[in-house]
């Protein structure tokens, strides 16, 4: 196996696991999280990611950029360029955020009197809630900023160790303190204390992974770098703005048409989703550096095979577990948590695993765009995704509430990444989508239509836990054997090389 091919494995290997280990544990701590703080309640510790997800854009897209100019100097061993990217990542990192927690923390009370319905007897929680989230929003945006640094350098061990444990601290933590009698104070505290060690924790192991700055006390690198490193930044935050809308406007959304409990039946479905998404996520974010680096090189013949064969390996990632919830999505939703939220959530969630599905297709050409210096490739799919929102929610939103939502993102997909894949393709790499649908998409997703359709007819057994974790492995085994069979003789070796206990024929 090649050096880059097996840092990419390992890469993978590590987001994948990590991601993994939190999917596991959040499937046990929701449902007695939901149980100790009723529907209401749940809806606001939701708001604690939500909001520090929309103060986290107010650092202009730099972490792209952080991660973008970190990989490259590295590459060329550039040591005080790599140190001025550190320096770069930090202070925007902080400024933004800690402008934007300033006005969310003098507005607390608005928020949660005028844009969300949130009852009486939990107003003084909820503004309490939202001021710690404030101030954990400035660490919330450097964590993001330090493991960016770590991602260029390919030190996604580090990055994950980060992620998983300040999530799996959130979740435990959270659940203990409710199970102990707290309310929501303390667990906004606990989370603003996780985001201030998450972020210490990053720039900390960042600046050891780096190499020492060769002259500390010459500022001529960061002079350089300013203006392309806050250039490139901005060109991606036009794009995360414009994807942000499609992407977490849709539970703002939700929230403010209707009492924020019914808040809930959307942030699972949701949650649940960005759950198994960070898993093609963690590959796709493997792949950034991998890309910027295979380009630098001047390879385009691998950069054209990197780019089919990671897009796919995607596609075979997530697709089963994708077709399996679609199917069993009422018994799921009953035996998790409660047959409510199987009846107002199915169909959210069906029809956001609809359009996660479309979005996942373009996931390769989304980030191959960043990665090879056309953000406005992906800036105008995404934009194109917040008009559809935008124009369809408050029609759908009202008369179908958290299903309208869902309608409206599933639409904007499915309408848009065929078109941002052709333009891509056709721009960059001289592909027609015909090329692009047969070397990523058509195998995935034959072997998963022939997986639908054999749950389809089952779904009358899928009644209990045996059925379904029964159901789950017969899946898995049959989608991936014939996966295999499906793959041609350079795929099947490449599958070989990344993982060297494959099976051999």
């Given at each position: ?16 696991g990590g991601q993994g280990a939190l999917v596991a544990l959040s499937f046990i701590v929701i449902p007695a999280l939901i149980r100790e703080l009723g529907k209401a309640g749940y809806a606001l510790y939701g708001l604690m990611g939500l909001l520090s997800g929309y103060l986290y854009l107010l650092s202009f897209g730099t972490g792209n950029s952080t991660m973008k100019y970190t990989a ?280 956001l695993l609809i359009g996660y599905a479309f979005n996942l297709t373009a996931a390769m050409p989304n980030t191959a765009s960043f990665a090879l210096g056309r953000p406005q490739f992906s800036t105008a799919w995404h934009v194109a995704q917040a008009v559809i929102c935008l124009a369809s929610w408050p029609v759908l939103v009202p008369r179908y509430g958290s299903a309208g939502a869902a ?99």
């Amino acid at each position: 196996m090649s050096s880059r091919s097996r840092l990419f494995a390992k890469n993978t290997l590590w987001n994948v696991g990590g991601q993994g280990a939190l999917v596991a544990l959040s499937f046990i701590v929701i449902p007695a999280l939901i149980r100790e703080l009723g529907k209401a309640g749940y809806a606001l510790y939701g708001l604690m990611g939500l909001l520090s997800g929309y103060l986290y854009l107010l650092s202009f897209g730099t972490g792209n950029s952080t991660m973008k100019y970190t990989a490259e100097y590295n590459g060329s061993g550039d040591a005080a360029g790599l140190r001025a990217v550190f320096r770069m990542s930090l202070w925007t990192h902080a400024a933004g955020a800690t402008a934007g927690a300033a006005l969310l923390f003098l507005g607390r009370n608005s928020v949660i009197w005028r844009f969300f319905e949130v009852p009486p007897s939990l107003a003084a929680d909820g503004a309490w809630l939202v001021g710690c989230t404030a101030v954990a929003a400035i660490f919330y945006s450097l964590l993001q900023g330090g493991n960016a640094v770590l991602q260029g350098l390919q030190r996604f061990d580090l990055a994950t160790a980060i992620s998983v444990t300040t999530h799996a601290a959130l979740l435990s933590g959270s659940l203990a303190l409710v199970r102990m009698g707290h309310g929501l104070k303390p667990v906004a505290v606990l989370y603003l204390c996780i985001q201030a060690f998450g972020a210490l924790a990053a720039y900390a192991l960042a600046s050891r992974a780096l190499p020492a700055d060769p002259d500390p006390r010459s500022r001529k690198a960061d002079a350089a770098l300013r203006a392309p490193f806050l250039r490139h930044g901005f060109q991606v935050f036009l794009s995360v703005l414009a994807w942000s809308v499609a992407f977490q406007w849709d539970k703002f959304i939700v929230g403010l048409f209707f009492p924020i409990e019914q808040l809930t039946y959307y942030l699972i479905p949701a949650y649940l989703i960005q759950r198994f998404w960070v898993l093609p996520s963690s590959i796709i974010t493997a792949a950034f550096p991998a890309l910027s680096a295979i380009s630098g090189a001047g390879d385009e013949k691998g950069l054209r095979s990197a780019y089919l064969k990671i897009g796919q390996l995607v596609l075979w990632l997530v697709v089963p577990a994708f077709t399996f919830l679609f199917v069993a999505a009422p018994p799921f939703l009953t035996l998790w948590l409660d047959a409510d939220f199987s009846n107002a959530g199915t169909w959210p969630l069906r029809l956001l695993l609809i359009g996660y599905a479309f979005n996942l297709t373009a996931a390769m050409p989304n980030t191959a765009s960043f990665a090879l210096g056309r953000p406005q490739f992906s800036t105008a799919w995404h934009v194109a995704q917040a008009v559809i929102c935008l124009a369809s929610w408050p029609v759908l939103v009202p008369r179908y509430g958290s299903a309208g939502a869902a309608a409206g993102f599933a639409l904007s997909q499915m309408i848009t990444a065929p078109v941002f894949v052709w333009r891509f393709g056709r721009s960059v790499f001289s592909m027609s989508l015909w090329d692009y649908f047969l070397g990523v998409v058509f195998k995935p997703v034959a072997a998963g239509a022939a997986l639908l359709a054999a749950l389809w007819l089952v779904r009358g057994w899928l009644f209990d836990w045996t059925g379904l974790i029964s159901a789950g492995a017969i899946s898995a085994i049959a989608y991936y054997s014939a996966g295999y069979a499906l793959l041609g003789s350079q795929e099947r070796a490449l599958l070989h090389r990344l993982l060297p206990g494959a099976h051999r024929s």
